[in-house]
């Protein structure tokens, strides 16, 4: 037999007989690999049926399964404690297929009111536009949410902590609420993680995130979780491959690399953040201060209850004095503290809600929800406390 073409020789060594011999290893890598392919060969056509039909395991094709996203959502579920998870391109794809797996033309949503801008411009204009009606209500009023679900009501849905304004919520007893009425709960926990609440635990039917923020947390990558039982990851998982918003095996690695961390960062996140609050509510050029880890917040009870170890995490909100030029302000005054259109990663950052996170937001709409001109929201890092605080000082006085 005549030897191949070079050409043919690239194309073709270290294929699939090295994988073969790599999966059949006594050995394993420490650190998993990225499993950088859109498609999986097969020796015959009945390998093939067997694992459509699950009678074999195997990878098909990646936007439906790839071992690096199988390995991430194996992580993911044990942090909390949940039969399954799904992970996904961005945060918002992970919360509208969340949402549409759960509902059709005619149907109802009960929604809080302060949420992150681009769910909020999601329910209040997309919705409707394919039939399904939302109603936003107070959560903190359980005879107004109760009042709020009709019977036609499929999905109840708030976040852990608001944002921007750092509420939180009684979940158990909403959970109970939207159970009496036959209604699915969905939580948005991306502000708190795993390692700061666990709503599944608390009566959570689905629990979802923006991967992006905490859970990835060095501001380099961008994707979004859904994590359930059994029965629910089985039914959203065919709106997972559907609609193809699958999040790529490069990224899985960066996630799965970046929860080994999460608890420690959060725990640090938390401590940080607390003390920032704590300096800001006594400052002169600051007249409000949102944090639930507060003395004086009214949530302080909740997350006791609520939250692990009493960690709030580390985002907080403050009004900053003189509206619009005081904010605008001390983001020019900040050196090291960047203003930027996001958040949680292992530096401090500054967001102007008003004008990026919220920017949907109709003025009477932001009003309502407690949004002013001039409200920044902080995303505390793991610097020294000390140092952070030094910062926003000086910055505080050209205010």
Same mark, same amino acid.
């Given at each position: 037999?005549?030897?191949?073409?070079?050409?043919?020789?690239?194309?073709?060594?270290?294929?699939?007989?090295?994988?073969? /011999?790599?999966?059949?290893?006594?050995?394993?890598?420490?650190?998993?690999?990225?499993?950088?392919?859109?498609?999986?060969?097969?020796?015959?056509?009945?390998?093939?049926?067997?694992?459509?039909?699950?009678?074999?395991?195997?990878?098909?094709?990646?936007?439906?399964?790839?071992?690096?996203?199988?390995?991430?959502?194996?992580? @993911?579920?044990?942090?909390?404690?949940?039969?399954?998870?799904?992970?996904?391109?961005?945060?918002?794809?992970?919360?509208?297929?969340?949402?549409?797996?759960?509902?059709?033309?005619?149907?109802?949503?009960?929604?809080?009111?302060?949420?992150?801008?681009?769910?909020?411009?999601?329910?209040?204009?997309?919705?409707?536009?394919?039939?399904?009606?939302?109603?936003?209500?107070?959560?903190?009023?359980?005879?107004?949410?109760?009042?709020?679900?009709?019977?036609?009501?499929?999905?109840?849905?708030?976040?852990?902590?608001?944002?921007?304004?750092?509420?939180? @919520?009684?979940?158990?007893?909403?959970?109970?609420?939207?159970?009496?009425?036959?209604?699915?709960?969905?939580?948005?926990?991306?502000?708190?993680?795993?390692?700061?609440? =666990?709503?599944?635990?608390?009566?959570?039917?689905?629990?979802?995130?923006?991967?992006?923020?905490?859970?990835?947390?060095?501001?380099? *990558?961008?994707?979004?979780?859904? *994590?359930?039982?059994?029965?629910?990851?089985?039914?959203?998982?065919?709106?997972?491959? *559907?609609?193809?918003?699958?999040?790529?095996?490069?990224?899985?690695?960066?996630?799965?690399?970046?929860?080994?961390? @999460?608890?420690?960062?959060? /725990?640090?996140?938390?401590?940080?953040?607390?003390?920032?609050? =704590?300096?800001?509510?006594?400052?002169?050029?600051?007249?409000?201060?949102?944090?639930?880890?507060?003395?004086?917040?009214?949530?302080?009870?909740?997350?006791?209850?609520?939250?692990?170890?009493?960690?709030?995490?580390?985002?907080?909100?403050?009004?900053?004095?003189?509206?619009?030029?005081?904010?605008?302000?001390?983001?020019?005054?900040?050196?090291?503290? /960047?203003?930027?259109?996001?958040?949680?990663?292992?530096?401090?950052?500054?967001?102007?809600?008003? /004008?990026?996170?919220?920017?949907?937001?109709?003025?009477?709409?932001?009003?309502?929800?407690?949004?002013?001109?001039? =409200?920044?929201?902080?995303?505390?890092?793991?610097?020294?406390?000390?140092?952070?605080?030094?910062?926003?000082?000086?910055?505080?006085?050209?205010?």
């Amino acid at each position: 037999m005549n030897e191949k073409h070079m050409r043919t020789r690239l194309v073709h060594a270290g294929e699939n007989e090295l994988a073969k /011999k790599i999966a059949s290893s006594v050995s394993v890598p420490k650190v998993l690999p990225i499993y950088m392919s859109s498609v999986f060969s097969f020796d015959d056509v009945p390998s093939l049926d067997a694992v459509y039909a699950g009678d074999a395991s195997g990878y098909v094709y990646s936007r439906m399964t790839n071992p690096s996203t199988d390995a991430v959502e194996e992580i @993911l579920a044990a942090a909390e404690g949940a039969d399954g998870a799904l992970v996904f391109a961005s945060g918002m794809a992970a919360i509208v297929t969340s949402i549409i797996a759960n509902v059709k033309s005619g149907d109802h949503v009960v929604s809080s009111p302060v949420l992150y801008g681009g769910v909020y411009d999601y329910f209040k204009h997309e919705l409707p536009r394919f039939g399904v009606e939302v109603t936003f209500v107070d959560f903190e009023d359980m005879d107004a949410l109760k009042a709020a679900i009709r019977p036609n009501t499929k999905v109840v849905y708030t976040e852990t902590i608001s944002n921007p304004l750092m509420e939180v @919520l009684n979940l158990p007893e909403i959970a109970k609420v939207a159970h009496a009425h036959g209604c699915k709960f969905i939580v948005d926990n991306t502000f708190a993680t795993p390692a700061v609440a =666990q709503p599944l635990k608390m009566g959570a039917d689905i629990v979802v995130y923006s991967t992006t923020k905490y859970l990835g947390g060095h501001s380099d *990558l961008i994707g979004g979780a859904i *994590l359930s039982n059994a029965e629910n990851i089985n039914e959203m998982h065919r709106y997972f491959t *559907l609609y193809g918003a699958i999040m790529g095996p490069f990224e899985a690695w960066l996630l799965a690399r970046s929860l080994r961390t @999460l608890d420690l960062r959060m /725990k640090q996140h938390s401590e940080n953040a607390l003390k920032v609050a =704590q300096f800001l509510e006594k400052h002169p050029k600051v007249e409000r201060v949102y944090y639930p880890g507060l003395d004086s917040s009214p949530y302080k009870a909740l997350t006791k209850e609520m939250f692990v170890e009493g960690r709030c995490g580390g985002m907080l909100s403050a009004d900053i004095v003189n509206g619009e030029a005081g904010a605008s302000t001390l983001i020019k005054e900040c050196s090291t503290i /960047k203003f930027v259109p996001s958040l949680a990663g292992v530096s401090t950052t500054i967001s102007y809600p008003a /004008k990026t996170s919220h920017r949907a937001y109709s003025p009477e709409d932001m009003k309502a929800a407690g949004i002013s001109m001039g =409200q920044l929201r902080f995303s505390i890092g793991l610097e020294e406390a000390d140092d952070i605080i030094a910062e926003l000082e000086k910055a505080l006085e050209k205010v």
